[in-house]
């Protein structure tokens, strides 16, 4: 039940009908009345809560790279959220409710560095998982000592192992030692750069997937 403090013609407070009536900083609104939907379950908005989940539920494994990852594109919200932004919206593939995260097209950072051109998986044991990539530098000292930030996700375990800023773009390659990863484990990995001083990121590039094989 709304209530009138300036009598007939003046401002009402709370609900008549379809209309509410309320103050704000001393000037009398009123809006249309709008029922509190509480739990919408409309197809859209299941679809994209579906998504929601899938993508949170794999980037939180990765959290720690991702806030050196988006630290520059985070602009009004946290690398985390700007992550989930950029990959929810590119990085899932299938249809309502059979979605799946298509891996090659994950981002974990983003930036205008140079970014490294076609890195591989190269030795792929469950000993040792590494990224072999070009050095692709210019004359300047400062990109042959960009710091090389890797990641590697095991999908059967699922579980990640990273390199942060251990190796150089003059190193042409970053590896992990996985301790409980087995034969037979299926690994995807992706590599980004920093500059030395974090002050510039390149986007990440996938460096695609390998299953385990016997050191």
């Not at 989930?84 to 590119?90: E, F, G």
């Amino acid at each position: 039940m709304g209530t009138i403090s300036k009598g007939i013609l003046g401002g009402f407070s709370g609900k008549v009908g379809t209309v509410v009536g309320a103050s704000i900083f001393g000037i009398d609104v009123m809006r249309s009345y709008q029922a509190n939907v509480g739990n919408p379950r409309t197809v859209g908005q299941v679809s994209q809560r579906t998504k929601f989940s899938l993508i949170v539920q794999f980037l939180r494994l990765l959290l720690p790279i991702i806030k050196i990852g988006y630290a520059l594109k985070a602009i009004g919200q946290s690398a985390f959220n700007a992550c989930v932004s950029y990959n929810i919206k590119n990085s899932i593939t299938g249809t309502y409710p059979d979605y799946s995260i298509d891996f090659s097209k994950i981002m974990i950072s983003q930036g205008s560095l140079l970014k490294v051109p076609a890195p591989s998986i190269d030795e792929n044991n469950a000993s040792s998982v590494s990224i072999a990539f070009s050095q692709h530098c210019s004359s300047t000292d400062t990109e042959y000592n960009d710091l090389a930030y890797a990641l590697f996700y095991n999908v059967t375990k699922g579980s990640v192992m990273t390199s942060m800023g251990i190796r150089k773009r003059s190193d042409s390659n970053v590896y992990v030692a996985p301790e409980m990863w087995a034969v037979g484990d299926e690994v995807h990995a992706w590599i980004f750069f920093t500059s030395p001083d974090g002050s510039k990121v390149s986007d990440s590039v996938y460096a695609g997937s390998a299953t385990l094989n016997t050191p």
